[in-house]
């Protein structure tokens, strides 16, 4: 049973948010369609590049994300108070990059300044693309409706490419946020598409060993959204710990060397009081165990209330695995 998306996400506080858009009518987003051996991996980068241009322009910091052969996860940050103290003049740019005029399938810079200056003239219009730019629905619809359409065209088709509504979870504490996060960028590993994270392309995992070639200096910092100057809302985590946690998360997924994966066991869990059996089965029920929300279970207990439910799924999955650990 659905529910109005507005009883989860909460479109004035910065918040986490983990979404799954999915591909219909045997459509495939990327890779070898299996059905007509048709290569469509180029695709994988059209969603890619969508996503980090659009980070530049809304008030919403991506966290994770992998593109997968007929799926997209994405771990994103809302920041709507963001958004709110944006100068008149940034809200009209930003929406206008967003939206540009375009003059035979190019951007027209006079028109779009144009646009810009009646956007500026017009409060009760600027208004409203200030709260879309910092909006999750928004985000999705900006990201999913120019692949459909670019997908359609050149599978010369019309119709849904997505299915009706892609499926958001609210994370509501640091652990469900990295577990989160984890699943997501080990997504092509558990997969068998992928042996390491070097060789998960497409991925904020490997975006982000590809950024540190560069700039090795971040590795000591504390874990940014990606392409984005917002706060990532996790600045208790270094960018180096993420990346090994990970990497010792999918070495243990696959069961290389278990009595050496335990002994290095990332010190990581030991701040967010889990265990390695308590994370790597939170980590891998996130879409099993859990439905709306992803969190402790006084936190689902709270969301469940704030949401004018009496339960949500997941609630007795967080008590048998995230019971606090001994002293």
């Not at 469509?40 to 322009?57: D, F, K, N, S």
């Not at 709110?84 to 939206?99: G, K």
């Not at 499926?167 to 469900?176: F, I, M, P, S, V």
């Not at 997969?191 to 950024?211: D, F, K, Q, V, Y």
Request: charged content about 25%.
């Amino acid at each position: 049973m659905t529910s109005a998306r507005s009883l989860l996400v909460d479109s004035e506080t910065p918040g986490f948010y983990h979404c799954i858009s999915r591909c219909v009518r045997r459509a495939w987003l990327c890779g070898i369609d299996p059905y007509s051996g048709r290569s469509y991996e180029h695709r994988r980068e059209w969603v890619e590049q969508r996503l980090l241009e659009l980070a530049e322009i809304f008030a919403v910091g991506i966290q994770a994300y992998a593109v997968m052969s007929n799926h997209v996860h994405v771990v994103l940050r809302i920041d709507p108070p963001t958004a709110a103290a944006w100068r008149p003049e940034e809200v009209a740019s930003r929406w206008i990059r967003l939206f540009p005029a375009m003059r035979d399938s190019e951007v027209d810079e006079a028109a779009c300044r144009q646009k810009e200056e009646t956007l500026l003239s017009n409060a009760d219009r600027l208004a409203v693309c200030r709260q879309r730019l910092g909006s999750l629905a928004w985000f999705m619809r900006s990201l999913n409706e120019p692949i459909a359409r670019r997908a359609n065209r050149e599978d010369a088709c019309t119709g849904r490419f997505w299915e009706g509504r892609y499926k958001c979870q609210a994370l509501l504490d640091d652990a469900a946020v990295l577990t989160c996060m984890s699943y997501v960028d080990l997504n092509p590993i558990r997969a068998g598409i992928a042996e390491n994270l070097e060789s998960s392309t497409h991925t904020s995992a490997n975006h982000r060993i590809a950024g540190l070639r560069e700039h090795p200096e971040r590795a000591q910092q504390p874990l940014a959204s990606i392409k984005t100057a917002l706060a990532s809302g996790l600045a208790s985590i270094i960018t180096e710990d993420y990346l090994d946690l990970i990497d010792w998360t999918a070495r243990l997924t696959r069961g290389d060397k278990r009595g050496r994966i335990e002994s290095r066991e990332p010190p990581i869990l030991r701040k967010l009081g889990l265990s390695e059996r308590q994370w790597h089965q939170q980590m891998l029920g996130t879409e099993t165990n859990y439905w709306r929300a992803i969190g402790s279970a006084q936190a689902l207990i709270e969301k469940a209330v704030a949401m004018g439910q009496g339960w949500l799924k997941g609630i007795g999955s967080a008590q048998r695995l995230l019971r606090p650990l001994a002293a």
